[in-house]
């Protein structure tokens, strides 16, 4: 039998993100987010959900962290709000908004948890929105770079583990559009798509801004790493033409190329530049250079991914479709592709020559259609099926000797599931928002069984 024991090193962790999660959206001095506007807006969101209360972490994230430290997790992936730090988006610290987060912190590290802190999983102030746009201008990679220094200089003492930002594509890609309107906040239409790819643009700034200010505002050494989403062609098998194909497919797969490629890179994607033509963004001088930041590790969210095959003719790849009744769990895009986990973390090894880069999938999970049984019970097979898979890819990853240091699976609990509201559930423990009761579902006590052997069971 084929035993999936991962290296006594490999770390185990659970992720969740501020605006999903803790409530309190006017508590202490916080301001309103994009998110916090534009699910108050009719038809943005299902049901009209908001996260105005969500888990109520705000005030409850005591027990949340007892329930983490019953399960045996050990790293926890979560998000620090801009609008609670900065309200304003610039200008004047809110010391109140600070002082949750080292409450927060501190909890985590009595119960011997390593706290890891996304500083921007989305929820950009409205205030800079409605000053200059938001990410359509470049000032907001100076005020990110701000808003980081203020963090990190009163919170540096405690985390240690940094990420600058949570999947650029769906805060600018998805939420600029050309013509249809956007699903994610602030849900803005605008005319051209060289405009949505200055968002972008933008972003990576901030990013590599970003990575500046913590380096400049850490008092111990720290790690920084950039979390992305990018997109995974897997080979349809592994004959090597098939695997050549796949490589070739990830410079143009999703955005990979503009965005991936000058963070790790330091240029866009030649291959993807001339697919983007007119779209292509202004890059100033310089602003590679900045983009180009020295990382310590490479957040990987990973869900699904994109099967390649080798053609004969120019590209020389095909993507294919998913075939109508491929498996998938409770979203559109949610088709089950474990193998996206290995070839992921392979293709930074091979394809964007990182060879060495510590990688973590930061984020990994899935929606079902949980239910409680008559026993109070969430018996959620689907999902533990799903993340066996995932986890079987990870050994592969880690036995084969790539650089993938650790998991965190998406997420510790159910939550506000931007533009799907509270319909998607995604967590390890069910909530129950009538009462805010947390119940561990079956997946929950199945990951914890995984963590105390270090193994997938
Ligand atoms: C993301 C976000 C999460 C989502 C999760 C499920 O990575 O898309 O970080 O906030 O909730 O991915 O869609």
Request: hydrophobic residues 40%.
């Amino acid at each position: 039998m084929t035993s999936y024991q991962f290296p006594d090193d490999f770390l185990w962790g659970a992720a969740t993100a501020a605006y999903q999660i803790e409530g309190a959206v006017d508590k202490d001095g916080r301001k309103p987010s994009v998110w916090d506007t534009f699910s108050a807006t009719p038809d943005r969101t299902l049901n009209g959900d908001t996260g105005a209360v969500a888990c109520d972490h705000y005030h409850r994230y005591l027990d949340d962290i007892k329930l983490m430290a019953a399960l045996g997790i050990k790293h926890y992936r979560f998000s620090i709000a801009w609008p609670r730090i900065i309200p304003d988006g610039r200008g004047q610290v809110n010391e109140a908004g600070v002082d949750f987060y080292r409450r927060l912190v501190d909890t985590l590290l009595d119960y011997g948890i390593t706290p890891h802190a996304t500083l921007f999983h989305w929820d950009s102030p409205q205030a800079l929105e409605d000053l200059y746009g938001s990410w359509r201008s470049r000032e907001i990679a100076i005020d990110f770079a701000d808003y980081v220094t203020a963090v990190v200089s009163r919170l540096g003492d405690r985390i240690t583990h940094w990420m600058t930002m949570n999947e650029i594509t769906c805060f600018t890609h998805m939420g600029y559009g050309v013509n249809a309107p956007p699903v994610h906040a602030p849900g803005t239409i605008v005319s051209t798509p060289k405009q949505v790819w200055q968002t972008s643009h933008h972003a990576l700034l901030a990013h590599g801004l970003g990575c500046q200010a913590i380096r400049a505002a850490s008092p111990r050494s720290c790690s920084v790493a950039l979390v992305d989403n990018f997109a995974v062609p897997v080979p349809i098998g592994e004959a090597p033409a098939h695997v050549a194909a796949a490589r070739k497919a990830f410079h143009v797969c999703g955005p990979n190329g503009g965005l991936l490629f000058p963070a790790l890179t330091g240029a866009y994607s030649r291959l993807f530049l001339k697919q983007l033509g007119d779209a292509a963004p202004d890059i100033q001088e310089g602003d590679l250079k900045i983009i180009h930041q020295p990382l310590d590790a490479l957040g990987f969210n990973v869900y699904s991914g994109v099967y390649v095959r080798s053609i004969d003719q120019e590209p020389g790849y095909e993507l294919l479709e998913f075939p109508p009744g491929y498996p998938r769990l409770h979203m559109p895009w949610l088709h089950i592709v474990p193998e996206a986990l290995y070839w992921g973390v392979r293709h930074i090894s091979e394809t964007v020559g990182q060879p060495t880069l510590p990688i973590f999938v930061t984020e990994n999970g899935c929606a079902a259609q949980d239910q409680l049984n008559a026993q109070g019970e969430v018996i959620d097979s689907d999902r533990i099926f799903y993340l066996r898979q995932y986890l079987k890819a990870a050994h592969r990853a880690v036995n084969e000797g790539l650089p993938l240091k650790g998991y965190f699976v998406w997420s510790l609990m159910d939550n506000f599931e931007w533009s799907w509201g509270y319909d998607r559930r995604f967590g390890l423990i069910y909530i129950d928002y009538d009462t805010q009761t947390r119940i561990p579902k079956a997946s929950a006590r199945w990951y914890a069984e995984c963590i105390a052997q270090n193994c997938v069971v």
